[in-house]
């Protein structure tokens, strides 16, 4: 009987968050309790739907190592991290015949700019140069070199906001099954373009990023590709690598998988110009917020911690106060000073704290509050989409004034509704709300705001690329360097 052996490692970090993460963020799942992603929009999910109608396959769960987005991984935690997910691998990997890795693509630790490639490469070592291992990313990820290297396939996700989870691991759990079975030999041809981009246009559902995604997925359905994806990378993790890429992988076929590569990539990169964030100024914002009806939406893709911010800013609310806005105001912050202090003093109380600034002191100023203490909970929830845990850990429901605020001592993924819903507040009570997440998927928040204001705010994680400051990705880079050229070039991977 063909095993399987499945594991998962997947962090994404911004570079630009000042607080680095540790082994402590890292949610550790072993053996059978992988099982509990059965039914779950995952990677995991979708692939226990294609093997488990096989019952001539067996599984070997293994490990899942999964960090909330957050700064670069520390030396130490990288270790630990990396030491547990290879043990697991090996204990395992004598009875396996094939892999399913999956991963996201975006980690970065200190001491190792590319840890998937690094995982991967040490888990090829194990387990010699026949077996068959595909990968799955996220299209956020940096796929690199040394990745590709080990890989016999991959497969991409296919949406933003991300909802084809399940799907991914779909194509990723038949495409090893080719492999195995029908002898499907991929070639991966890569296409590297050097630009970063951001913005509503890698709305796949509605931006131009779509519909080359669109193409993906038709040569993907009619057979032209075995695979098909374009990463934008996340433009926050500065490693090496970080880039927009084309890869297409065909069965065989290394002159169609380069054509076609090299035709998407020609197509990506004239949008580029297109697939910026375009910003409005705070002040701006709020002084039309004032004249307008609502709801309004603030999104603050700044301080997205599903992207690596810190979740720490006040900028907005602050602004919004500053400025006398008189609306209800919803927001939410991660300030563990705050919350401790209303854990301690119990519902009903008035306590006096500051918000915000509490871990990126360089960019916000701690604000002063005096504050009622609503609500407070264990900071627990799942994800709207993949209903998989949140653990954002003693958690506050503050107002003063105007402003309701739900205060987190941990930074938990905000690109959905899940935290507010777990602290007993319905953003269409208020006037206006504030998003920490660049994109929700659109039935969450646009489907009834009058207005959706991406906001110029300062953030780890600002779609203003050019002021983050880059220092280790390869320059020149597109919008780093605006005049930055490109020659489509396929480099193509084969086992
Ligand atoms: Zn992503």
């Known amino acids: 009987m063909p095993k399987i052996l499945i594991f998962e490692m997947k962090q994404e970090i911004s570079t630009f968050n000042p607080l680095p993460s540790g082994y402590e963020n890292f949610h550790v799942l072993e053996g059978d309790q992988l099982y509990r992603h059965r039914g779950l929009n995952t990677e995991f999910g979708g692939a226990f739907s294609v093997f488990d109608k096989r019952p001539d396959i067996e599984i070997i769960p293994t490990i899942l190592s999964v960090a909330g987005s957050a700064g670069i991984l520390s030396a130490d935690g990288w270790k630990k991290v990396s030491t547990q997910v290879l043990a697991s691998v090996k204990a395992r990997i004598g009875e396996a015949d094939a892999i399913y890795a999956c991963l996201h693509g975006a980690m970065g630790a200190e001491g190792e700019l590319d840890p998937e490639g ?21 299209l956020h990820g940096i796929c690199t070199d040394r990745m ?86 996340n433009p926050f993790t500065d490693v090496p690598e970080l880039c927009s890429q084309v890869i297409v992988s065909t069965n065989g076929d290394a002159k169609t998988a380069k054509r076609e590569a090299i035709r998407l990539a020609e197509e990506f990169w004239p949008l580029r110009f297109r697939m910026q964030g375009k910003l409005i100024a705070l002040d701006r914002a709020i002084a039309q917020a004032k004249t307008m009806k609502g709801p309004l939406i603030f ?57 915000g600034g509490f871990y990126d002191k360089r960019r916000y100023k701690p604000m002063k509050v005096e504050a009622t203490v609503k609500l407070l909970s264990d900071g627990n929830a799942r994800l709207e989409t993949m209903k998989t845990p ?29 935290m507010y819903y777990a602290n007993g507040c319905n953003p269409p009570d208020f006037d206006l709300i504030v998003v920490k997440s660049p994109h929700t998927e659109h039935h ?37 360097e605006l005049d930055t050229t490109f020659t489509p070039k396929a480099v193509t991977y084969a086992r």
């Not at 690094?118 to 996220?138: F, H, N, Q, T």
């Not at 913005?199 to 669109?214: F, P, S, V």
């Not at 207005?451 to 690329?465: Q, R, V």
């Open 118 to 138: 690094y995982v991967l490469k040490e888990i090829r070592k194990m387990a010699g140069p026949d077996m068959p291992i595909v990968m799955s990313l996220d």
């Open 148 to 233: 590709l290297k080990q890989v016999n396939g991959l497969t991409l996700y296919h949406t933003y906001p991300h909802v084809d989870f399940a799907d991914t691991g779909i194509r990723a759990a038949n495409l090893l099954l080719d492999i195995m079975e029908k002898g499907v030999k991929p070639v991966m041809a890569r296409v590297v373009m050097p630009t970063l981009v951001r913005g509503d246009e890698l709305i796949t559902a509605i931006g131009c990023y779509g519909d080359l995604i669109r193409e993906c997925q038709r040569i993907e359905r009619d057979g032209t590709a075995v695979a098909a994806g374009i990463m934008i990378g």
């Open 299 to 355: 999104t603050d893709a700044a301080d997205a911690t599903s992207s690596g911010a810190t979740g720490d800013s006040n900028a907005i609310i602050s602004a919004l106060r500053d400025a006398g806005y008189k609306g209800k105001v919803l927001a939410q912050i991660v300030d563990p000073a705050a919350a401790a202090a209303a854990h301690k003093a119990g519902v009903g109380a008035t306590i006096k704290v500051t918000l």
């Open 390 to 418: 949140l653990t954002a850990g003693p958690t506050a429901v503050l107002t003063f004034d105007n402003f309701t605020i739900v205060v987190f001592s941990k930074s938990i993924s905000l690109f959905d509704r899940a």
């Open 444 to 480: 969450m928040f646009e489907a009834w705001a009058e207005k959706n204001f991406n906001i110029d705010a300062p953030g780890a994680t600002s779609a203003d690329l050019k002021s983050l400051g880059h220092t280790i990705c390869a320059r020149p880079m597109y919008p780093m």
